[in-house]
């Protein structure tokens, strides 16, 4: 298997690892999604996503392609973890945030609501683990997601 092959397999993997610690956070131990918590779930699956069509699409332009919608909902994610730290996250509400229309616009929060329904507030869901808030374990896979869809972005082929 190609190194191209392993960042975007292990990206795709790593994405939904992610969404399913949500899960696990959420149904398990009841830590209660905010609007930005959930639309950072959507950004993981859309990463997962563009790693995948990489994988699938076998051709250097194929791979560009899906490293470049891997690259840019990484960024959107590192984007609002950092809204959702510095700026939602001292709101108690997060009616009408970018977060709850995206989510709201394309019916996910109806369709799914044991993933993309919004149950807290961004202040109420602002919940740390091991003294690290949340969102700053979403932010540093972000990162390293994106390092990764770099890497393929250098050398497709």
Known sequence: MKRTDLL???GAVASLAAVGSALVSQ???GILPCAWCVFQRLLFLLVAAGCLIALAWRS???RRVGAALALLFAASGAAAALWQ???????????LSLAERVIGALGLDARWPNVFMAMASCADAAVKILGVPFEFYSLALYA??????????????
Do not use: E, I, K
């Open 8 to 10: 975007m397999a292990g």
């Open 27 to 29: 149904h398990v131990f």
């Open 144 to 157: 390293v997601l994106g390092l990764a869809a770099l890497q393929v972005l250098r050398r497709p082929g």
């Open 60 to 62: 250097p332009l194929g």
């Open 85 to 95: 730290h510095f700026v939602a996250a001292s709101s108690t509400s997060c009616d």
